[in-house]
T-cell receptor
Framework: GEDVEQSLFLSVREGDSSVINCTYTDSSSTYLYWYKQEPGAGLQLLTYIFSNMDMKQDQRLTVLLNKKDKHLSLRIADTQTGDSAIYFCAESITGGGNKLTFGTGTQLKVEL | SAVISQKPSRDICQRGTSLTIQCQVDSQVTMMFWYRQQPGQSLTLIATANQGSEATYESGFVIDKFPISRPNLTFSTLTVSNMSPEDSSIYLC???????????FGPGTRLLVL
């Protein structure tokens, strides 16, 4: 079955880079997503990557995909206090028109 | 991306009662979904809301407990029936984005059952 795992907690200093990791088991996943959830808020789509890509960059965000190892990572450059949130990776076999399977979530804490 | 609103944003309910949550989108969308996020947990898909037909439920979720309506392409409701404290969660609706590559979420409804 599908299983998406993340480390529970990450703490970084403001200005450093953050790297949040995710492993998944469904090799048929076509789209992989990163969502951000701030306290008391819904989910904000940050970025996503198609499975035939191995990297995608969007401003401070870099997504790396290692399909062979089923490993996805999100790098946030120059991490700010406003980046403190829970980050969820998610996978889908067919994209946004279908079920998303979410990871366990990583709580990022940015310290001054 | 679509603008999604949910009502109510939060509620405190007594056990044994039911609550209906509304999800409104500012544009017509084909696919709408309902997820549950239990305290401190990740999101789990409850069902896909199908326009003009019965919702498609995931394993572990049944229509009697979570009836869903989808009268048109911009609106859906989820009812949490005969509530117990275990139903205390955030309930989120989501819709597919243009091009069917993305999925966007509403702000969620925070439910506490006493």
């Amino acid at each position: 079955g599908e299983d998406v795992e993340q480390s529970l907690f990450l703490s970084v200093r403001e200005g450093d880079s953050s790297v949040i990791n995710c492993t998944y088991t469904d090799s048929s996943s076509t789209y992989l997503y990163w969502y951000k959830q701030e306290p008391g808020a819904g989910l904000q789509l940050l970025t996503y990557i198609f499975s035939n890509m191995d990297m995608k960059q969007d401003q401070r965000l870099t997504v790396l995909l290692n399909k062979k190892d089923k490993h996805l990572s999100l790098r946030i450059a120059d991490t700010q206090t406003g980046d403190s949130a829970i980050y969820f990776c998610a996978e889908s076999i067919t994209g946004g028109g279908n079920k998303l399977t979410f990871g366990t979530g990583t709580q990022l804490k940015v310290e001054l | 991306s679509a603008v999604i609103s949910q009502k109510p944003s939060r509620d405190i309910c007594q056990r044994g009662t039911s609550l209906t949550i509304q999800c409104q989108v500012d544009s017509q969308v084909t696919m709408m979904f309902w997820y549950r996020q239990q305290p401190g947990q990740s999101l789990t898909l409850i069902a896909t809301a199908n326009q003009g037909s019965e919702a498609t439920y995931e394993s572990g979720f049944v229509i009697d407990k979570f009836p869903i309506s989808r009268p048109n392409l911009t609106f859906s409701t989820l009812t949490v029936s005969n509530m117990s404290p275990e139903d205390s969660s955030i309930y989120l609706c989501s819709v597919e984005g243009v091009g069917q590559e993305t999925q966007y979420f509403g702000p969620g409804t925070r439910l506490l059952v006493l």
